[in-house]
């Protein structure tokens, strides 16, 4: 029990929601075969089951949309955020940021992300 808490306190918090949604995209891609794993490793504070389950969540509870989630995976395999000065993606930078809101928040209570 003690190495699993040292684990965890040398674990590093995401910055914000944006870096923790490109870090489960990425790795979902990685454990997939789609991508080679990069050289760093960094231990973090969740597993990505962890992430997936908790976007379901706040999916089923209606706290992110369909639409939201249609562009986190967008962009998300873009490895980028919609920008809200091109006109084509306006409506996407919108729902984005309503998106890294809320997983900003949940992903805050349960200590994932520096608050």
């Known amino acids: ?20 949604w490109f870090w489960f995209v990425y790795s979902r891609a990685v454990r997939s075969g789609m991508l080679k794993p990069g050289a760093r490793t960094t ?8 992430v997936e389950s908790l976007i379901t969540k706040l999916y089923l509870c209606g706290k992110i949309t369909d639409e939201q989630l249609t562009v986190m995976k967008q962009f998300g395999d873009k490895r980028r955020a919609p920008h809200q000065h091109i ?15 809320t997983l900003g928040d949940a992903a805050a209570k ?3 992300v520096e608050e």
Do not use: S, Y
């Open 43 to 50: 231990r973090r504070v969740c597993e990505l089951v962890d």
């Open 110 to 112: 349960r200590g994932w």
């Open 1 to 20: 029990m003690n190495t699993q808490i040292q684990t965890i306190h040398n674990a590093e918090k995401f910055h914000n929601a944006e870096q923790l």
């Open 87 to 101: 006109w084509a993606e306006n409506r996407a930078a919108d729902q984005w940021r309503r998106a890294m809101a």
